[in-house]
Each structure stands twice: as structure tokens, then as C-alpha cells.
């Protein structure tokens, strides 16, 4: 369509008109439509349901090693699930833990043992007042809100194509007061990026503080939406010439692959750091859970199981993607009025329009019944500097939910860009 | 038998030699016996198999309010276990928090808030550098080392058949750097004493520092050996008059009810306490393994069902106490030279031996194949002052191990004992 930017006043109103005419249209439709969360559908749980069948029969009650997985004991986790993790991540199976059921869990975690104990000899964070975190923007959420929570000051820097500003994050961690940094490095929540090699590399390279800490979350590493996905590198075979292998703690779990909350977490890193989780751990927890484990094992004999079962999550995820894409690109395309992310993988679509009205879109959206992820929420304390990131969780709703509430989405992107002008031109 | 004081040098001599030629025996039957932890035998977890089987079909996905428990979301857990584990706790539903699978790891999860965050509005306990923790003696390994990790000072209050010295925490208590304490309120780990109601009382009504908490971990609270448990009162009740829930958080686990360390924890408290640690859970996870939890209330469908369990655990599980005890009654019955508690419920005999010879004791049994939990590890810092206590853990091993078990102990108990008289009849 034209660009807004070129259009008359008259022209402009025009728009706004038609805009209007069609919000309360489907205003009207009565529209009730969630796409606030990253969450499986119920058609993508379905595909788990026969882990729910594994009795003590077709499953077997113990490991590789012959433990009986109903009693205490491996703290490690069992070996064949630390196998299956090894894979999914790029660690040898003796530099994994395999876990309870929450990854994000364990990054808490990780964190509070930062701030209450320090990492490879150096001081506890508790002990740095002015304590400072980096949050990629626009990023998770939870990953901010931890990191606040610890009560760390969120030194914002702006995600490229590419993954993180490089130049920004090398000048930031030079202070050794930034003890850290979250990462989703292969598409991202919410702009879908993976980073590239050189970025990873430019990571591993920088000079930081001792006890400085990449939280390398693989929420989405065999999240793949099409049969060739990013490539990805392996950041700890990139930080071995440097010796930085410690700088990077990984994080990944089966949410998104079975059970969302109900499937197995993981970390891994160096061969020291995962050691001195452990020495941590032996006091948090006496075992995780190794049924699920072994359930999860059973199912995934390795990594060609699980990717076949992202490609079944991806023929159901696929086609809701593309009609997000279809409709803003039908409805916004050359209106210069929006930006959008085309993601080969992960859960989210990241939505930028005019400044200063996202939160008008999703006022909008939200009184003719559609809910977004709270407008703001990708950035630092829930406040977007520039007011233009919205983040589009498609995978929940049907594809018949997703084309109107995309419909309803640009129309509103339209009316709250027409207001922008409007007192733009007022001014 | 003859008390060994009234014994002349010969007559201890004599029994010395007869205890050295029975151990020499034993020693050649080539014994291997581990009776260091308290672990379900395989015949107590095989109760619970039937766990594995509830497929899709027979237990559905959702829990009552339809929620699909294969998705994110309910942080509190699902009605039915709250409220099932309501009942095993003592709590109203909604003062329960349905977890992940380690009671541990909420403790520590617990603690570790108190060091980074403090409860109730006081400061963070990691700016208390002399902070302290009441240890209740002997008492449980992995509550000491927790305390411990996170730099208390732990000071040691001696258990009574009534609960722990209470005129002595009532003493120490008075220093507001006395943060808290750990109890096992019902069948003590390793004594297996309940607590009086007024032992509740007094803990309740003592003055303390305002963030001051007991960790009450209801361990054992179901989990009697006989059909009459040991009478014990619920402290919320108690300590209401007071004003003082708040001090309480209370956690408990099916670890010994169904699978351990697969089953499902819980945690609990007054109404503040449970929105206090709400308001951090909300940040550490996004919700804890629903499926898990709606296994559980499939299988127990209220208190009546697992009382039912715990009988045909106690089925299991009296006999090899029975075992322990009349053995070492046959055998030290009388002799002055060790006393033992005789439970009525949880995992645990306490045998105290001469002083100055629990660690000889262990060595010797460990020589002949006889693995105890390390001696001095009921104590904090792995340290028995007084080198007498012993934790006698009979679940695991099969009634005929026990018999031979405790036929060796007793004759290593012996053999400690005369080297003791010896020694003192030499200065």
C-alpha cells in the first residue's frame, strides 16, 4: 500500500476513516483471542501423549547404569537424558546436568548463587552494590525481571541482525561491575535473530570481569520452523582459543519439545563451572526427577528423535506463522507504518510500528478483545524508551483466530499511526 | 546381659576376645550392607507402579478447574494436590503451594530468599555477617550443611524426648542474629521424637527476631509404624493465640509415600508467609510439573488413601525395625554400654554408644561390609562432641541383611566398648 509518509492530510483521513469502520466491525464480531505467551497449542501437546502411556512394563524402571530410577540418588541426572541434552546443546554428556522440569528455574538459580556465593573464587554479587546486568532489547521478560529482582541495574543494549550491538556490549563490559548478560541466541525472543558467528566469537573475545556470566538460554535451539534452519555455532568450541569456556553457562529444556512445565530442564557448561554447580547442588537437592527423565529418554532414543518431533511442531506451527506474515504484509506492506520479523524458528513475531503508539495498539487491540504480550514488557521495568515494540505470540490461537486477530492488529497499527500524524501535523 | 561396669578386667577381657572371634566370623561371611540412608526399599516404591500406568485415557490432562496441565501455567499447583497435601500438612488449600519434586530444595530455595531478599519487610539475612541457626542435635545432615553454605553460625540445642531443649532455645533465641532453625516435628531425624504441644507452644510463644523461622519440615508427618501415631498438634493452631504463624513455613513430599525424589513437595505457611513467597515464585518459574501433580491426585484422592499407602508402607517397613530393635536388645540389653530410641514412626534408630567410640564403631563395621551414615554426621560439621551417636537407617536392606547387620554392629559396639574400658583402666 502507499506510505503513509506520503500521503495528504486528506489522504490520511481517510485511512483513519476506513480504519475506524472496520475496528468497530469487528469490534462487533465479539473477537476473544489470547497471543500473549509463548505457549504450545493443545494440538502440538497431543504429540506428547504417549509419554502418558510409558507403564512400568513398556518403560522399564531404571537406567543405562541399571539405577533404579524411583529411589534417590544421581544428582547428575541419568545418563541417557544427559546424552539426549549433550546433543540438543553441544556439550559432552559429562558436562550436562540433566534436571527438574523448569529451565528458568534453574537460571534463577544460577543467578542467586551468583549473588550469594560468586563464581570461580570471586566475590558474592551481593557484594557489588552497584551491581549492573545487560538486557538485550527487546527481550524476555522473565530474564529482566530476574535479573532486577537480584537487584541489578539493566544497562540496555539494542539487538541487530546479527544478535546483540557488539561495539555496545564490548564498551558496557569493560565496567566490572556488569556481571552478566542473558542470551537467547538462536531465535531470540522476541525478534526471532540468531546470532552469528562473528558474534558469538566478538562474546567469547571481550574483556570482562572474572566472574562475568553469559546466560546462554537454548529455549528455542531445535526450535526450527523450516527443514533448513539458522546456522548456529557452537559458542563453547568458539570460546576455547580464548579461554573464556566459563564465561558461558547454557540452559535448555523440553517445554517446547513435550510438556510445557511438565518436561525435563538441563544445564551445561565447562567442565569447571558445571562442577562447581555441582558442589551447590548436592546441598539444594538430594535428585531431580528421573522418572520424567527416563520418560523423556524413552521417547528420544537422540537427537534425530527429537528432531523429528520439531518437524511435527513445525508443520502445526508453520502455517500460523505465515498468517501472521500474510496479513501484516497484505495490510501493512509499503505503508511505512510497521516492521516485522520474519523468524525461521523459535515461538514469537516482533512487531514494530510508529513511535509511541504501541501502547495505543494495544489498547486497542485489548477493548475489541484481543490480548497481546503487555506492550513494554520486552524492555527493561516494562518500559519501551521509544514506545514501538509489540511481541506476537502465534502458536496458541488457530490459524482461523490468528487471520482475524492479525487483521484486527493492523487495523489498529493503522488508526494509532493515523492518530501519530495527526498531532504530528497539529504540532 | 551383665552391665559392663560391674565387670572385672577379666570378665571384660573375656567378652572382648568373644566379641573379636564373632567379628572375625563375620568377617569372613563376606558381608555388603548399606544402612546409611534413609531410602524406600524397592518393595515400598514397587507400591506406587501403578503411577506409571495412568495414561491419558485414565487419568485425562486436566485438573478440576479443566485447566490442561500439559501447558504453563497455575503457579500454585492444582487445586487437588493443594489440597490434599492441606490435609497431610495441617493447612487450608489455599495456604498451600503444590511444587516440583525435592521438599529439599524448597527449604533451600526458602533460605536462600532469606539471604538475598529477608522475609517480612526485615533485611536481607546476608547483611547479618554473625548470623546464626539453632541446630537441633543430632539431627539431619543435609539442614546443617544448608545453614552451613549459606555462612550461619550454627548452634547446637540438645533433643529431648519431648522435642529440643526448649528452656536452652529459648535462651538463644534472645540474640536477633538467631535467624531460625530446622525441625523435623514428628518422628525426628534421627531419634524419632515428636514434639509435645508444649514444645509447639513454647516455640511459639518464645520471643525472637521478627524474621526469625522454623523450617518445619514435616518429613515423616504420615508416615507412622504402627496403627496409633505418635499424638502431634498443629503449630498454625497453636502459635494463632501468639500472633506468631508467620514463623512457621512448613514443607513436606511424597518422596516416601510414593517414588522418592520423583514424587511431588509441597510448601505452606500462613497467608502472608505464602504471598510472600508467591511474589518471589512468580520470578523463579513459570509453573512447577502439573502432570506429576495430577498423577498424584489420581492415586490419592484425600488423606484416607494415603493413610491407606503409609499402612502398607508401615507393612513393610515395621518388621525391619522390629528386626533392629529386638537384636540389639538381645544383644546390649543391659550391658550400660549403649541406649537406642524405639520409633513409632519415620526412618531412623539413634543408638548411642560409649562415648569416644561411634567413629571406632563405624570403622569397624565398615571393615566387615557394613556401610552406616557417616558417624558424626548427625551433628553440625560432621562433629559429635561427644563421638557417640549412631543413625541406624533400616529401611533398604531385606530383614535377614538387618539381622546380620545389627548382630555385627552390636559386636563391633562391644568390641568399642571394651577397647574404652581398657583404655580408661590403663590411665
Chains 1, 2 share one sequence.
Not at 504450545?40 to 543405562?64: A, F, H, N, V, W
Request: charged share 25%; proline share 5%; aromatic share 8%.
Amino acid at each position: 500500500m502507499q506510505n503513509f509518509a506520503d500521503m495528504t492530510c486528506e489522504e490520511i483521513a481517510e485511512q483513519e476513516t476506513e480504519a475506524r469502520r472496520r475496528y468497530d466491525a469487528l469490534m462487533k464480531e465479539g473477537i476473544s483471542i489470547n497471543m500473549a505467551r509463548g505457549k504450545p497449542s493443545p494440538e502440538q501437546l497431543d504429540l506428547s501423549d504417549g509419554m502418558l502411556g510409558l507403564t512400568r512394563e513398556r518403560m522399564g524402571i531404571r537406567d543405562e547404569t541399571g539405577f533404579d530410577c524411583r529411589n534417590y540418588g544421581e544428582l547428575r541426572g541419568i545418563p541417557e537424558c544427559r546424552r539426549l541434552f549433550g546433543e540438543i546443546m553441544g556439550l559432552p554428556e559429562d558436562q550436562v546436568i540433566a534436571c527438574g522440569s523448569s529451565s528458568l528455574n534453574l537460571m534463577y538459580d544460577y543467578i542467586s548463587q551468583g549473588m550469594t556465593h560468586g563464581f570461580g573464587g570471586e566475590a558474592p554479587w551481593m557484594l557489588t552494590p552497584e551491581r549492573k546486568f545487560i538486557a538485550v532489547v527487546p527481550g524476555y521478560d522473565r530474564h529482566f525481571a530476574i535479573a532486577q529482582h537480584f537487584g541489578f541495574q539493566l544497562v540496555s543494549v539494542p539487538m541487530t541482525p546479527d544478535g546483540p550491538d557488539m561495539d555496545a556490549v564490548e564498551a558496557i563490559v569493560r565496567d566490572p561491575a556488569v556481571k552478566g548478560m542473558f542470551c537467547v541466541p538462536k531465535y531470540s525472543n522476541p525478534d526471532g535473530v540468531t546470532y552469528s558467528e562473528e558474534t558469538l566469537r566478538r562474546l567469547a573475545a571481550m574483556k570482562t570481569a572474572p566472574d562475568f556470566r553469559v546466560i546462554w538460554d537454548l529455549a528455542y535451539v531445535v526450535h526450527d520452523l523450516f527443514e533448513t534452519p539458522d546456522p548456529f555455532a557452537n559458542v563453547y568450541e568458539i570460546a576455547a582459543p580464548f579461554g573464556t569456556e566459563d564465561r558461558f553457562m547454557a540452559f535448555a529444556s523440553t517445554s517446547k519439545i513435550t510438556y510445557a512445565g511438565a518436561g525435563v530442564a538441563a544445564m551445561g557448561g565447562s567442565v569447571k563451572n558445571v562442577e562447581e554447580v555441582l558442589s551447590r547442588l548436592t546441598l539444594q537437592i538430594i535428585s531431580y526427577d528421573k522418572i520424567n527423565q527416563l520418560r523423556h529418554a524413552a521417547v528420544f532414543s537422540g537427537i534425530d528423535d527429537v528432531r523429528e518431533r520439531m518437524r511435527r511442531h513445525a508443520a502445526i506451527l508453520r502455517p500460523k506463522f505465515e498468517t501472521v506474515l500474510r496479513v501484516l504484509s497484505e495490510e501493512l506492506e509499503g505503508a511505512g507504518i510497521a516492521r516485522w520479523s520474519a523468524p525461521r524458528g523459535g515461538y514469537f513475531i516482533s512487531l514494530d510500528v510508529t513511535a509511541g503508539s504501541a501502547k495505543y495498539v494495544g489498547e486497542l487491540c485489548k477493548a475489541c478483545g484481543l490480548t497481546l504480550t503487555g506492550v513494554g514488557a520486552t524492555y527493561p521495568y516494562g518500559v519501551d524508551p521509544s514506545d514501538s515494540n509489540i511481541r506476537i505470540a502465534p502458536s496458541c490461537p488457530s490459524v482461523e483466530e490468528l487471520e482475524r486477530a492479525t487483521r484486527l492488529l493492523a487495523v489498529c497499527v493503522k488508526l494509532a499511526a493515523c492518530r501519530a500524524l495527526r498531532e504530528k501535523a497539529a504540532e
